[in-house]
């Protein structure tokens, strides 16, 4: 039996939609009864859309929001009654710019948290070039933060996580609005952290992230959870669907709405990235369907770069899953 | 790790730090700390020049007042917006994930706030003495040191009071704000207390600066009498005592504002 690190039950939170005179106008459940368990040392995944309860749940667990009701255990604490103890064994990582003093340098970023975690001088002063070292930022840690691109700073939010070298990680997506170099030096960063031997939990809206990081995955949505799984799991769930991906140059809406209406095509996506749209088809029958896709293209005038037939994805089976 | 113990004096020493660089790499703090405050207080000397005849006493006394409105100033402002300052800056939640309770975070940052405070105050007195050319003469050093120094840990005391509404909402800045003129008011800075209506005064009483300001007054001018009908050792004891209280206070509302502000969820508002 596996060493747990963390562990939920019926994690359920409340946010109360208050006036300016404290009258409740509306009430929000972001958690339902939430209930997950973590073994140490594995990589964790959360995903879920926006307001499925991820940054929440980090939030709970990293004991910075109350739970309404039920129960959670992070390194056999309770996250409502061992406030410091649990703190001195966990680092956080939020996404997004903000987070981190960015009229001071990322050295004196790192060395003010050593300080709030009770580090060692002697300590820090030999982790924190460590760090700077580890997350690439050599060379420019004494700029104040606000020259920083958007990765330097997610890259010095992740070693000011680390400056107590914390058991327990919770990254709440980290890559988010990354560029792809800048995501993937993230992601190495991060398997890095699991081949130390650090329990990590992380969220993220990036199904390809999950599918690459994560030992296992929770789907959550509208506060519940409605599938765990290692991703090679997940992805068995959709098995009884092909997809057929198409990549075009040219106006897709027609083709788009065309393959909607075919009787054996089940949902279709589609995304624009510089003047190319790929067009993803769900369907049982793909062999069919690519042919009927190419017809269609053809009578539009629309030029295709590239179809195949292929495997469904995590993404196919989150948004299955989330869907239903 | 869980053996990392947190010392209090390396978390007071880090905040301190961070306040001062935050101030030193943002010019514009200077504004509503250093700058209005004097300006402020320049308006009320002139006024005090005319009106009083430049009789020495009543301008020392106005200085000094002028000395401890910036003082407030930079205190009121620069507790109340360091914290205001972590949740704009969204390092509020960060900060508060770290194992070191929030009071001393807080109190390396209302330290910083009121040395920077004292600097003005003292600039303002240095300034208004020269210009109004009041004689510098203290009746009573010692004692006018001592005065000055409770009244400093009176106003940090005060300040961490003020810090723990904006811990927990951002709404805390308004009032934080907006307390600042009735403070000058209240404590005697500029007007002698006696002549607050009698229900403002009971607000004076309560406020340890109001006591302090008088025991600055007292040590620094011979023959003072502010209507109080006191003794400076009362002056001093009660300062000291609304210090306690205020710490005390403190220590006790940043736990509760900390537990509500994680029930209500705010901590990452701005």
Sequence with gaps: MPEKCLETVDLRREYLNRSFFGKVKSRTVALQGLSISVNKGELYGIIGP??????????????????????????????????????????????????????????????????????????????????????????????????????????????RALVHDPELLFLDEPTIGLDPAGSRNIRQIIKSLKQSGKSIILTTHYMFEADELCDRIAVVSKGNLVALDRPSGLKKQVKDITLVEIKVFGDPENLIERMKAESKVSRVFSEDLEGRTTIRIQTPEAPEVLEAARRTASEYGIKVIEASIKEPTLEDAYLRMVEE | MSRLEISRFQVVKASMGLTARNFFVDPQWIIPSIIAPFVFTMVSLFIFSREAGQTSAVLLAAVLGGGMMGMWGTTVYGSGESIGFDRWNGTLECTLSAPSPLIWIIMGRVLWNTMEGSLNGVFILVIGLLWFRVGIGIANMPMFVLSTMVTFLSLSAFGMLLANLIVLSRRGGFITNGIEIPVYIATGTMFPIVALPLYIQGISYALGPTWGIDAIRRSAIAGYNSGLHVSIYFDLLMTVMATILYMALSGYLFVQVEKIAKRNGTLGDY
């Design chain 1, 50 to 159: 926006n307001g499925a309860g991820k940054t929440t749940t980090i939030k709970i667990l990293s004991t910075l929001l109350l739970p309404t009701s039920g129960t959670a255990m992070v390194l056999g604490m309770d996250v409502t009654k061992d406030l410091y103890r649990i703190r001195k064994r966990i680092g956080i990582v939020f996404g997004g710019e903000r987070g981190l003093y960015n009229r001071v340098s990322g050295l004196q970023n790192l060395l003010y948290f050593s300080d709030l975690y009770g580090v060692p001088a002697s300590v820090s002063r030999k982790r924190v070039p460590e760090l700077i070292e580890m997350v690439g930022l050599s060379g420019r840690e004494n700029e104040r933060v606000e020259k920083y691109s958007r990765g330097m700073k997610q890259r010095l939010h992740i070693a």
